[in-house]
């Protein structure tokens, strides 16, 4: 069940609404989605909530995977209306660097290792928490989650040469925000 791809899984669930087969999904996409929502609305308690809301919506929602993208593509491109949803619900922006960095961070490193890691991820989290929205989202789409422009696109709300652009651009602005941090390269 592990070799297929996300888009065979959902089909072969909607088929048989086993719940072992929709878990697969849920477990190779929750860690990335719960990060990426919690880009939206800094707060993991509501981006936990939220990552359950869009898996739900994936069963029970208006709109079925059509396959014109990916199915990560997709199941992005619904939790970031959720998360559009609740910020405007809500009207909170607040930001939570300290709980993401201890969501990814490898406790099977050494306490060193572990403390220099934790200090890179945290001027990485603080200098893309000073990016605009679009840099960040972009930035987090391409590189943390491994979509390719067209993808981005998708979730965006943008075409694919916009997203070059603002990568391009986010790219620029997160290299000279880490060098007025005083962030090495070396």
Request: cysteine-free.
């Amino acid at each position: 069940m592990t070799n297929e791809s996300d888009e065979e899984l959902y089909d072969q669930f909607l088929a048989s609404r086993d719940e072992n087969i929709f878990r697969v999904l849920v477990e190779r996409h929750k860690t990335s989605l719960l990060l990426f929502l919690n880009g939206f609305v800094h707060n993991l308690d509501d981006a936990e909530e939220l990552m359950v809301d869009t898996f739900a919506e994936t069963v029970a929602g208006p709109t079925l995977f059509s396959g014109r993208s990916s199915f990560k593509t997709w199941l992005f491109s619904i939790g970031k209306h959720l998360a559009l949803m609740h910020l405007r619900k809500n009207k909170r922006h607040s930001f939570d660097e300290d709980a993401i960095a201890e969501e990814v961070a490898d406790p099977a490193q050494t306490p060193e290792l572990q403390v220099l890691e934790d200090e890179k991820k945290r001027q990485l989290y603080m200098a893309m928490k000073q990016l605009n929205s679009d840099y960040r989202e972009i930035l987090l789409l391409l590189y943390f989650e491994d979509m390719s422009h067209e993808e981005a696109a998708r979730v965006m709300g943008k075409n694919k040469r916009q997203t070059y652009h603002l990568a391009e651009r986010g790219r620029a602005a997160l290299k000279e925000t880490l060098e007025r941090m005083g962030f090495s390269y070396a």
